[in-house]
């Protein structure tokens, strides 16, 4: 049977594709079951980063309303889990990058929210199509939109379920730049490259100060970042020789 979801890693890089492109990798249960597998036999400590990506040509057409519409996935319980799932993405140790071509609607835009870095092709489609279908986000969309965008943005783009190409999502800060559809895939590459060159351990200390400290005032903030920052890492010294000119 062919796999919902992929998983590969090379190079310390991480590979997680969306694989029903038949369908534009609209997201169900088993899809979220898969993805769960793929971390949890992941060897975490050997990623430098994590590209999160859909196959064919599209990244994800949002929840698969056909299975909403049958009842298989509005159990509380499915909904924590898929909740929480979008929530363990969201923290992984290590950088995740965000591949977008084609849609990335609803459920879709819930799950690239996840994600550290969001790199779009120009003719990318965003959307959030909640209201249209007399749905309300249950994967966190309420939260992240509005703190990667702004709470006006996020307002318009919830209510008036509006469609936003990858410029306009550049724009607007939901991605953090929006590339040529025949680059994007090289550009991932070399963004992704950078930062498994860079120290493992910084990275991960970094995003760990991110998440520990989102939310508090700069004061506050800043002094969480002075008492738990680890510092200086063994490879330091190494690092800094090899750069010298």
Not at 138 to 156: N, S, V
Not at 165 to 173: L, N
Request: proline letters at 4%.
């Amino acid at each position: 049977m062919t796999e919902s979801v992929t998983c590969t890693v090379q190079d310390s890089i991480c590979r997680l594709t969306l694989n029903r492109p038949d369908k534009l990798n609209a997201l169900n249960l088993q899809m979220f079951r898969e993805i769960e597998g793929h971390l949890d036999r992941l060897d975490h400590a050997a990623i430098g980063c994590m590209v999160l990506s859909g196959a064919g040509r599209s990244f994800c057409a949002g929840h698969d309303l056909d299975d909403l519409a049958s009842g298989k996935e509005t159990a509380a319980s499915a909904e924590r889990f898929e909740n929480g799932l979008v929530e363990r993405l969201s923290t992984l140790p290590f950088p995740l990058v965000a591949k977008v071509r084609g849609h990335c609607y609803t459920g879709g835009l819930e799950l690239v929210l996840a994600a550290d870095i969001i790199v779009a092709a120009e003719t990318a489609k965003f959307a959030d199509t909640h209201s249209k279908f007399d749905l309300v986000p249950i994967w966190g969309l309420t939260q992240r939109l509005p703190r990667r965008i702004g709470m006006a943005r996020a307002k318009e783009m919830m209510f008036g379920c509006r469609t936003y190409t990858g410029v306009d999502a550049a724009t607007m800060g939901l991605v953090n730049t929006a590339v040529p559809d025949d680059k994007l895939d090289a550009y991932v590459d070399d963004l992704c490259a950078d930062i498994a060159s860079n120290s493992m351990r910084s990275n991960r200390a970094i995003k760990k100060l991110l998440i520990d400290t989102d939310g508090l005032n700069l004061a506050a903030g800043n002094a969480w970042e002075l008492h738990h920052s680890p510092g200086h890492g063994p490879e330091f010294k190494a690092m800094i020789a090899a750069r010298r000119p």
